[in-house]
């Protein structure tokens, strides 16, 4: 493209709310066919909320809920701060921890008030030696509406579950139809179990899931459609998107993410809403057919 269409295409991006950081991310981005999101953030608002404690085995659920929320003060993620935010929503009074350890992917253990803690998905249950036993069906029920659920552990035994909702962005569903009319294939990655990710993909008719990815894989998961011969662009906002981003053919950051995630990408969607990529798919082809 010719340094004028590319500055004209740069200007109506900026005012769009789409800031483009360079030529190559403009061109890139007119042959992509295959559009990666993360959920947590890009598709959801990314403000998880608590909506349900579940206590078993003889515990009770404000303790279930005091003891989870006083080991999560300790981690900055956003499913620790629902659980903290709602514990003192609800007026549990939080006690110091100690060992905090964040294992990541999985969730956090540490002590509180003497007692082993942890918290966190399946594999932290695995991790500590467990089994999720009956809370299972319990888990699945919750799942299966979208919610993230994690098991809460006391003393080496399964005490019950915290669950968060995090609702879908306002702009997400219109803006998956039109990318969607465009003709991308959009695949949803995520950290979050498989069955949580597949309610929130029904819903919004994404092609193809990957759940319960570890940090690592999102940029190995783009490498391998890469290798296939797939163009591919990858919408994140958290830290752990950040190599994902740079590993893609076009990286789009939401603006309301991590300045790592920022960095990486060739697009900004400054209001963080995927709507924004549509109208970077019209600016591409619009400044790519001007110049041909
Ligand atoms: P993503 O941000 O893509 O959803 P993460 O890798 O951050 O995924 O987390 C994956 C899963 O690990 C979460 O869904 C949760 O079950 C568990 N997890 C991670 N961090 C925590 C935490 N601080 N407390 C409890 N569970 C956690
Ligand atoms: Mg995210």
Redesign the pocket.
């Known amino acids: 493209a010719t340094p004028m269409s590319i500055m004209t295409a740069t200007g109506r991006g900026a005012q769009a709310g789409v800031l483009i950081k360079n030529a190559e991310a403009l061109e890139r981005f007119e042959k992509v066919d295959t559009l990666i999101v993360?959920?947590?953030?890009t598709l959801t608002e990314g403000k998880p909320r608590l909506v349900a404690v579940v206590a078993e085995n003889g515990h009770d659920e404000t303790e279930v809920l005091r003891l989870?929320a006083s080991?999560?003060r300790g981690?900055?993620?956003?499913?620790?701060e629902a659980?903290v935010r709602g514990a003192e929503e609800r007026g549990v009074e939080l006690a110091a921890a100690g060992d905090f350890e964040?294992?990541?992917?999985?969730?956090?253990k540490g002590t509180v008030d003497g007692r082993a803690v942890a918290?966190?998905?399946?594999?932290?249950i695995r991790e500590l030696g467990l089994e999720a036993g009956g809370l299972t069906e319990k888990a699945n029920g919750r799942r299966d509406e979208g919610e993230?659920?994690?098991f809460v552990v006391v003393d080496n035994g399964v005490a019950g579950l915290?669950c968060v909702a995090d609702p879908v962005k306002e702009t997400t569903p219109d803006a998956l139809k039109a990318l969607h009319e465009l003709g991308f294939r959009i695949i949803m990655?995520?950290?979050?179990?498989e069955r949580?990710a597949k309610a929130v993909a029904a819903r919004l008719g994404i092609d193809e899931i990957r759940a319960?990815?570890?940090?690592e894989d999102?940029a190995r998961i783009i490498q391998e459609l890469q290798q296939q011969g797939r163009k591919v662009a990858m919408a994140g906002d958290?830290v752990?998107?950040a190599p994902a981003l740079a590993q893609a053919d076009v990286g789009i950051a939401m603006g309301t993410g991590a300045d790592v995630a920022i960095e990486s990408a060739g697009f900004t969607l400054v209001k963080g809403n995927l709507d924004g990529i549509v109208r970077a798919r019209r600016l591409a082809h619009g400044t790519m057919r001007n110049i041909r």
Do not use: Q
Request: hydrophobic share 40%; aromatic share 0%.
């Open positions: 993360d959920k947590t953030g989870a080991l999560e981690s900055e993620h956003p499913l620790a659980i964040a294992v990541t992917g999985k969730g956090v918290l966190g998905n399946l594999a932290m993230t659920v994690m915290v990655a995520t950290g979050d179990n949580t319960d990815v570890l940090p999102k958290g752990n998107d």
